[in-house]
């Protein structure tokens, strides 16, 4: 007899679960009923599935966390090595500002000391010179030499003066000033300083030098530098005219002031500052501060030191800017790094292999 197939009624289809009912069911917590009650066996079974489901679901999140943690120590070690480095270029740019600021000083005293000399030795060498000025322009028939000649035997008549006491005599070394511009100075160098004394003092006598209707002024011949500082202690000896105290200049360039048996020197502000101080003259308007200490007691030294304020600032800024082109060039100049370039290079091979492995940052790093 042929066999029939099997059919289930559709009570028994409901009744009976299918193997994906039957999985899925392990992953919901069975219903709790009078015939089958859950036990303890049960519970363990229903937490090792779910310990092995977290499992696979934070598998793929710890691979990214070991990565990320391996890239953030790989950026800590290279952070750290540019902090190194950063130090050491910091410890040899002091040691380099040091050594200019030593060598800055010691040229500037060496170029104070030159520019000194210079002045000096020029002027030395134009002590045998007097400036004329104000004679006009054309007014020389044969030379210069001819000019001042008949001028000076005009004005001093007892004064003996030849050709031959005149080693040259000249206008200053200046293009032809225009009509309206004034004359240029004639120089006259004399063959003898003892002639050339005479003279002066004779000149510095008369209070009435004149070419006709002009003025004539009679000066020393001076080195711009010597003028330059004269001019700045003008106020100073301002202060001494006004008080009725005479003075001299001095070779090398010095303000003399000679009082009963005291002597009394200055080349600079701040000493002639001193100087009015011990004469017990009051301070030139010039040189006095705009907001002065009355209540400090260096009132006097402060008011020498604002003079000397803005060429230090000068100083400072070009030793900064000379600090910063050395500091751009040690850094543009890979053979003037200040720490070992094989040290480096190692660290590099070392930074480049955590980042192509980074699992193996913290061996390596260790």
């Known amino acids: 007899m042929p066999s029939q197939p ?19 069911a392990k992953m919901v917590t069975p219903l709790q ?18 310990e092995e489901t977290l499992k696979a679901t934070m598998a793929p999140m710890q691979v990214l966390i070991n990565n990320l943690t391996s890239k953030v120590e790989a950026l800590e070690n290279k952070n750290q090595m540019h902090e190194r480095i950063i130090e050491q270029y910091r410890e040899e740019n002091a040691r380099v500002n040091k050594k200019l600021d030593e060598l800055v000083n010691q040229m500037e005293a060496e170029h104070n000391e030159m520019k000194i000399k210079q002045a000096d030795l020029e002027d030395r060498n134009r002590r045998c010179n007097i400036r004329f000025r104000n004679f006009p322009e054309k007014t020389e028939e044969k030379s210069p030499a001819d000019l001042i000649i008949r001028w000076l035997k005009n004005t001093i008549p007892s004064l003996k003066l030849e050709a031959e006491d005149l080693e040259r005599a000249h206008r200053a070394l200046k293009p032809m000033p ?11 160098c004399f063959t003898c300083y003892q002639k050339k004394e005479e003279i002066w003092h004779q000149l510095r006598n008369s209070s009435n030098l004149r070419y006709g209707e002009t003025p004539i002024l009679a000066l020393q011949d001076l080195s711009q530098d010597t003028l330059n500082r004269r001019k700045s202690l003008r106020p100073c000896t301002q202060r001494l005219q006004q ?15 000679t009082t009963n048996t005291t002597q009394h020197m200055a080349t600079n502000i701040p000493e002639a500052l001193q100087l009015l101080k011990n004469l017990e003259l009051d301070l030139p308007p010039e040189w006095k501060p705009t907001n002065p200490p009355s209540d400090s007691p260096n009132h006097e030294e402060t008011t020498a030191n604002n003079w000397t304020t ?7 800024q070009k030793r900064r800017n000379n600090a910063n082109q050395y500091r751009q060039a040690s850094c543009s100049e890979p053979s003037r790094r200040p720490y070992d370039t094989r040290n480096q290079t190692k660290i590099n091979q070392t930074n480049s292999s955590q ?8 061996t390596a790093a260790e």
Do not use: C
């Open 355 to 362: 980042m192509d492995n980074p699992t193996t940052t913290t």
């Open 33 to 50: 009923d009078d015939d089958h009650p859950i036990t303890k066996r049960d519970l363990r079974e229903m937490e090792a599935r779910l």
């Open 6 to 24: 099997q059919t289930k009624t559709i009570r028994e289809t409901e009744m009976t679960p299918t193997r994906e009912m039957a999985n899925n």
């Open 310 to 316: 803005v060429q230090k600032k000068k100083i400072q």
């Open 178 to 188: 225009k009509p309206s511009a004034p004359p240029r100075d004639i120089i006259v």
């Open 243 to 257: 008080a009725g105290i005479k003075y001299r200049w001095g070779f090398p360039f010095r303000l003399i002031v």
